[in-house]
C-alpha cells in the first residue's frame, strides 16, 4: 500500500510539472519565414499566430496566389517549430508512455 502512495504523489507532482511547463510554453515564441524573408509568421509555444508580416515587395496583385503559399508555408513552418517545442519540453513527461491524447 505504501508503493500506491508513493505512486500517486508522483503523479501529481508530474501533474504539476506538466501544468507549469504547459504554462511556460504559452510564454515561449518562434518564428518561421518564407520567400527568403518575404513573409514572417510569429506563433506562440501553445499554437496560436501571433503576427504575420509581409514585406511590400511580396505584393503582388497579379499574383495573389503566391502571397497566399508563401503565408500558408510560413504559418505551417511556425507550427512545425511549435511542435518540436512542445516534443522537447513535454516530452520528458510522455516518453515511453502510451497514454493516447497526451501529445
Known amino acids: 500500500m505504501k508503493n500506491m502512495g508513493n505512486m500517486m504523489k508522483q503523479m501529481q507532482k508530474m501533474q504539476k510539472d506538466m501544468a507549469k511547463a504547459?504554462?511556460?510554453?504559452k510564454e515561449e515564441t518562434?518564428?518561421?519565414t518564407a520567400?527568403?524573408?518575404m513573409v514572417k509568421v510569429i506563433a506562440s509555444g501553445d499554437k496560436r499566430i501571433l503576427d504575420i508580416q509581409i514585406n511590400d515587395e511580396a505584393?503582388?496583385?497579379d499574383d495573389v496566389e503566391m502571397l497566399e503559399d508563401l503565408v500558408l508555408a510560413?504559418?505551417?513552418e511556425a507550427l512545425n517549430k511549435v511542435d518540436e517545442i512542445v516534443n522537447e519540453k513535454m516530452g520528458k513527461f510522455t516518453n515511453g508512455m502510451n497514454i493516447p491524447g497526451m501529445m
Open 30 to 32: 518562434v518564428e518561421a
Open 59 to 61: 505584393v503582388d496583385p
Open 22 to 25: 504547459q504554462e511556460q510554453l
Open 74 to 76: 510560413a504559418t505551417n
Open 35 to 37: 520567400g527568403g524573408g
